[in-house]
């Protein structure tokens, strides 16, 4: 259905604007009216910009506004925090989302927004509006908001939702935050050494041509090197980019997931690093979940699509069937020896107070704390290596350029 901008004064004269959606300009004129609004202007808001290639191309289009224009997930998170402000002012939800209209800078947003209010409008609940919008509100968004309509405490639960929305955000702004200086100088190394060899090695090499004596060992392959670089350096770049693709499009098979999650929890330097994230993530979502009136089983659905790790996911449905025969949360999950023997402990201990979902979100804050400090003490780590791994290379450069000026001077005494 074409969604429609407008701006419009009401009874009282003060403007008013917004977008709402209708089969056309005269029905949304005419549903403006039924709300005591009069437009002054209206048109029709843009949804998709397509470009089609050929003449007579039928279906191939390109759209270029939902590329640059999709929703992330800080704007998701701020919606959240702005929404349950104004619900917990006690505005209706309604009312809260068409204020929360004009202060929407994204489109796409904007309009996903204005079409959720409207179906709540025509009657169906908030989670039943969201459910059309899967890839802008995780299942996990969906199913505590659906918690908290049924509980009357939906205010309550936007308000953990951009709690928990926010935590996750800061824990993944760290880690890039962490990553950042190590990536940056890897790129400009390597950009640097390859600038190195394909232009600069070869003209002060090309000296050695005209010196008619043996060259030694290291400066022969540094030339041959440099001169494979400097001649097929696009089939370094195509063969770099080949095996992009095809890591790309194997991890997206069923096999290659597995692979992919079962090296992560393997591989030395990242395994332990792996475990404790989605331990972390395992522990707020499941304590946020519980918390909000979701049954723990229900619940545990919910996390192993959230999780991150097949593997893990694979461990959680196992717990499933394990806990609907009676057994307990803790127990169910040490099967696997994938969580660690203390997480165990503290899900036992808080199943036994009754107070799982208070254990789980301490869980998650001492795993997410490990996993901070751990990405630091390895980028403290890799700066040395990097300067030390980039000291060597140059150094073998020079000394490699370097052998038969010293041999030749050598000779001439």
């Not at 993530?281 to 918390?291: A, K, Y």
């Not at 979701?294 to 619940?299: D, T």
């Not at 969580?339 to 208070?358: A, C, D, H, R, T």
């Not at 060597?392 to 041999?407: A, H, N």
């Amino acid at each position: 259905m074409p969604v429609f901008e407008y701006a419009a004064f009401d009874q009282k004269g003060k403007n008013r604007s917004g977008i709402i959606d209708a089969d056309s300009a005269t029905d949304a004129r005419q549903k403006l009216k039924t709300k005591h609004l009069y437009p002054t202007s209206l048109k029709e808001a843009p949804d998709h910009m397509k470009t089609t290639t050929g003449a007579g191309s039928k279906g191939f289009t390109l759209n270029i506004q939902s590329f640059f224009k999709r929703v992330k997930s800080s704007e998701v998170t701020i919606m959240t925090r702005q929404l349950a402000t104004l619900v917990g002012a006690g505005l209706p939800l309604v009312t809260a989302l068409s204020s929360l209209l004009p202060q929407t800078p994204n489109p796409a947003f904007k309009q996903t927004l204005a079409q959720i209010k409207d179906s709540i409008v025509e009657g169906n609940s908030f989670a039943k509006a969201l459910e059309q919008y899967p890839k802008i509100f995780s299942e996990l968004f969906i199913n505590m908001v659906r918690a908290g309509e049924a509980s009357g405490a939906i205010e309550i639960v936007l308000d953990r939702l951009a709690d928990l929305s926010e935590k996750q955000q800061e824990l993944k702004g760290r880690i890039r935050s962490a990553l950042a200086y190590p990536v940056f100088m890897l790129f400009l190394g390597c950009a640097v050494m390859f600038v190195l060899m394909a232009y600069i090695v070869p003209n002060i090499t090309s000296i050695f041509d005209d010196m008619g004596q043996t060259l030694p060992g290291p400066t022969l392959f540094l030339i041959a090197l440099s001169s494979f670089i400097e001649k097929f350096w696009w089939v370094i770049l195509l063969f770099f980019a080949l095996i992009i693709i095809i890591l790309r499009q194997a991890v997206k098979t069923e096999k290659g997931k597995y692979t992919k999650d079962r090296m992560l929890l393997t591989f030395p330097l990242t395994g332990t690093l792996a475990q404790k994230l989605a331990v972390a993530r395992f522990g707020r979502t499941l304590g946020s979940l519980i918390e909000n009136g979701v049954l723990l089983i229900p619940a545990l659905g919910i996390v192993k699509n959230v999780v991150g790790n097949v593997l893990i996911a694979d461990l959680i449905d196992e717990a499933i069937e394990d806990i609907g025969k009676g057994e307990g949360l803790g127990n169910a999950l040490s099967k696997g020896e994938i969580f660690p023997p203390i997480s165990i402990q503290m899900i036992q201990v808080g199943e036994q107070s009754g107070e799982l979902e208070k254990m789980l979100s301490k869980i998650a804050d001492i795993y997410e704390t490990e996993v901070e400090s751990s990405i630091l003490a390895m980028t403290s780590m890799l700066e040395p290596v990097m300067i030390l791994t980039m000291g060597v290379l140059m150094g073998f450069v020079v000394i490699s350029i370097l052998l038969p000026i010293v041999e030749m001077n050598q000779l001439v005494k």
